[in-house]
């Protein structure tokens, strides 16, 4: 693994359903972060989570959560899913030291909800 | 509210030099960063200001100016791959990043 994998690629789910997004990052990094990205608006946080053990709501976190066992893991959940819901996730994870703390994207999971 | 502004499209020429623009609005400034997302893939991060002025790697530049609240990204030598969606985002004083909705660039040969 280098960087950040996601899982799945895609998914068609139907409404009522739970769904587990996976991200996981090998590069030791303190802060984790879940957005979703819908045409048209701009990268919208979700929840993050500053280290192990510790997470935040973002921007648009109804519907969702988040779990922060380690360091390297960090799944979302949807706990019944929705038409709305359907979007394309990134998950992204930053050193979460001072400075430009950048944070670094996975390949994202295309997620349709009918 | 919190508000990041950018073109929606834009349309140069191969070779040719291109700015974007970003204009801004948020409760606390701690950063600007520009990201490059091409079609389908992850964004990738080009660049970080927190000073005023220039910022250069490369073919790429980016300015910033904290009291007009804007800052753009030139990009120069204009190549087909650079065919992409530029994306700005600000860290407010939460320290979290608020993005604009992204500048589509294409490149026409």
């Known amino acids: 693994i280098a960087g950040i994998t996601q899982a799945p690629t895609s998914q068609i789910l139907a409404a009522g359903r739970r769904m587990t997004l996976r991200c996981t990052q090998d590069?030791?990094?303190?802060?984790m972060y879940w957005y979703r990205q819908d045409l048209g608006l701009g990268l919208r946080l979700i929840h993050y989570?500053?280290?192990?053990?510790?997470?935040g709501k973002g921007e648009v976190p109804d519907g969702y959560s988040v779990s922060r066992a380690n360091t390297d893991d960090f799944p979302l959940t949807l706990a019944s899913a929705v038409p709305s819901q359907t979007s394309v996730y990134f998950c992204?994870?930053?050193?979460?030291?001072?400075?430009?703390?950048?944070?670094?994207f996975g390949p994202g999971t295309r997620l349709t909800v009918l | 509210g919190q508000n990041i502004d950018q073109p929606t499209e834009m349309t140069a020429t191969e070779g040719a030099i291109v700015q974007i623009n970003c204009t801004y609005q948020?409760?606390?400034?701690?950063?600007l960063f520009w990201y490059q997302q091409h079609a389908g893939e992850a964004p990738t991060f080009l660049s970080y200001?927190?000073l005023d002025g220039l910022e250069e790697k490369g073919r790429f530049s980016s300015f910033l100016s904290r009291s007009k609240g804007y800052s753009y990204l030139l990009l120069k030598e204009l190549q087909m791959k650079d065919s992409a969606s530029y994306l700005c985002?600000?860290?407010?004083?939460?320290?979290?990043?608020?993005w604009g909705a992204g500048t589509k660039l294409i490149i026409k040969p």
């Open positions: 200001n927190v």
């Open positions: 992204a994870s930053s050193d979460g030291a001072g400075g430009p703390d950048t944070q670094y």
């Open positions: 948020t409760s606390g400034f701690n950063g």
């Open positions: 989570s500053n280290t192990a053990g510790t997470t």
């Open positions: 985002a600000v860290r407010d004083s939460n320290y979290q990043l608020i």
């Open positions: 590069m030791r990094h303190n802060a």
